[in-house]
C-alpha cells in the first residue's frame, strides 16, 4: 500500500511540474533544450549535495549500479526532451493523460523481458487503463502531428527508464526507500553532469532569469522522481505506471483551476462537455488501479 501511495504523491507532483514546465516554455520563450539544461543543472546541484546523506554505508556501488544509473538517465533525459517538445504543441492537461499508453508498453517490455506473466485481472487493468488514453485522445479535437509524435518519443524513453530504475534501485541492495532516494541522487547527479557541456556552451541557459524560471520545475520534478523510485521499487513499474495514471485526474483538475483564474497562457479554457470526457478517460485509468491491485 505504501508504494501506491509513493505514486500518488509522484504523481500530483508530477502535474505540476508540467504546468510549470509549460509556463516556462510560454512566458520565457525559451527552447525546450535551454529548460532541459538547466533545470537538470539545478537538480544535478541538489543531487550533489544530498548524495552524502542518501549514501548508506553497505550500499553498493559496483558496475551493475553504475550501468543501470546511465541506463535510467539516458532514456529518461531523450524521454524528458521529447516531452518538452510536446508541451510546446498541446496543453498539459490533454497531454499529461497520453503517457497512459506507457503501461501497455511496460506491460508487454516486463513479460517479454522475463518479468513474469500478469494475471487476466492484471491485463484487464492494463487495457482498462490504456483504453483511457484513446477515450482522452478522441476530446478536444486531433492531435497536432508533431506533438504526437514528440508523445510518442517520450512514452518509449520513459518507459526504458522506468526498468531500469526498478533495476537500479535493487542494485544498490538497500530498502526500497533508501535505494530509491540513493538511485535518484545518482541518477540526477549523472544528469546534471551529462548536460553540463551544454550549459557552459549556452549563453542564455546561464542567465539568473533563466534559473529563476526554471527552479519551481526543478524543485517539483525531483520531489517527485524520489517517490517515483520509491514506488517503482515497492510495487514494480507495470502497477506503479497505472498507479501514476492518476497524474491526468490532477492535471486536469490544475488545469481547470488555472484557466478560471484567468491563466490561459498556460491553460486554455476547456467547455464543460469536453472536461467530463477527459475525466471519463481519466477515471478508467484510476479504476484500473483498483482492479490491478485485486488481481
Known amino acids: 500500500m505504501i508504494g501506491i501511495v509513493f505514486g500518488l504523491g509522484a504523481a500530483a507532483l508530477q502535474s505540476l511540474s508540467y504546468l510549470f514546465s509549460r509556463a516556462f516554455l510560454r512566458r520565457s520563450g525559451q527552447s525546450p533544450w535551454i529548460l532541459l539544461v538547466v533545470a537538470h543543472a539545478i537538480m544535478g546541484l541538489a543531487a550533489l549535495m544530498l548524495l552524502p546523506w542518501a549514501y548508506v554505508p553497505g550500499a553498493h556501488l559496483n558496475g551493475a549500479v553504475a550501468g543501470w544509473a546511465l541506463s535510467a538517465s539516458g532514456f529518461y533525459l531523450a524521454g524528458q526532451l521529447a516531452w518538452f517538445h510536446a508541451l510546446q504543441h498541446m496543453d498539459s492537461s490533454r497531454v499529461a493523460p497520453l503517457l497512459g499508453a506507457k503501461i501497455l508498453l511496460l506491460a508487454l517490455l516486463t513479460v517479454a523481458g522475463g518479468g513474469g506473466w500478469l494475471s487476466a485481472a492484471q491485463w484487464c487493468a492494463v487495457l482498462l487503463a490504456a483504453g483511457g488514453v484513446f477515450v482522452l485522445n478522441q476530446t478536444g479535437g486531433r492531435l497536432p502531428a508533431r506533438g504526437l509524435l514528440a508523445v510518442a518519443g517520450a512514452i518509449l524513453g520513459y518507459s526504458l527508464s522506468d526498468l531500469s530504475i526498478v533495476r537500479l534501485v535493487r542494485a544498490t541492495g538497500l530498502d526500497n526507500w533508501r535505494g530509491a532516494f540513493f538511485g535518484a541522487m545518482l541518477s540526477y547527479l549523472v544528469c546534471g553532469l551529462a548536460l553540463a557541456p551544454w550549459l557552459v556552451r549556452q549563453r542564455a541557459a546561464r542567465a539568473p532569469s533563466t534559473w529563476r524560471a526554471a527552479l519551481p520545475f526543478a524543485v517539483c520534478w525531483l520531489l517527485a522522481m524520489i517517490l517515483l523510485y ?23 483538475g490544475l488545469g481547470v483551476l488555472l484557466a478560471r483564474l484567468g491563466w490561459t497562457d498556460i491553460e486554455r479554457r476547456s467547455g464543460t462537455a469536453l472536461i467530463f470526457k477527459r475525466l471519463a478517460g481519466a477515471l478508467a485509468m484510476t479504476l484500473a488501479i483498483a482492479l490491478y491491485f485485486r488481481g
Do not use: D, E, K, P
Open 230 to 252: 520509491a514506488c517503482f521499487a515497492s510495487i514494480g513499474a507495470v502497477f506503479g505506471n497505472i498507479v501514476q495514471s492518476m497524474r491526468g485526474l490532477f492535471s486536469i
